[in-house]
């Protein structure tokens, strides 16, 4: 069963530019849902993942913002405690990020992060 979030154990936000990017992202992906995950790996022991999935998995939470709706498995939510996802564009690209206040250090490349 799907776990529909409004519960502030489990709370996660995005920015307006995260969330109009998803939006056009999601054009190209009908009837997708935009996931966000951790995953064990990277230089700093765990790393962020972005992908498009049609189905949610029974333990997702199902997140709706700004539009848009997002999942976060029960298990990275753990991670992604009061975090936020921004959209970040710059002169050297365009990316996502995330705002993590559990993250005890980040790496350079801003994709990885240690607890």
């Known amino acids: 069963m799907n776990i529909i979030t409004d519960n502030p154990k489990t709370s996660f936000n995005l920015s307006k530019a995260a969330s109009d990017r998803i939006k056009v992202l999601l054009k190209d992906e009908k009837g997708s849902y935009f996931r966000i995950s951790?995953?064990?790996g990277g230089c700093s022991g765990f790393q962020y993942d972005f992908s498009?999935?049609?189905i949610p998995n029974d333990d997702d939470h199902?997140?709706?913002a700004n539009g848009v709706s997002y999942l976060i498995d029960k298990?990275?939510?753990?991670f992604l405690k009061d975090s936020k996802l921004e959209y970040v564009s710059e002169l050297s690209g365009s990316y996502f990020k995330i705002e993590n206040p559990n993250a005890t250090a980040n790496c350079g490349c801003g994709t990885s992060f240690s607890i």
């Open 38 to 40: 951790v995953l064990g």
């Open 62 to 64: 199902i997140f709706n």
């Open 75 to 78: 298990v990275s939510m753990d």
């Open 52 to 54: 498009f999935v049609e």
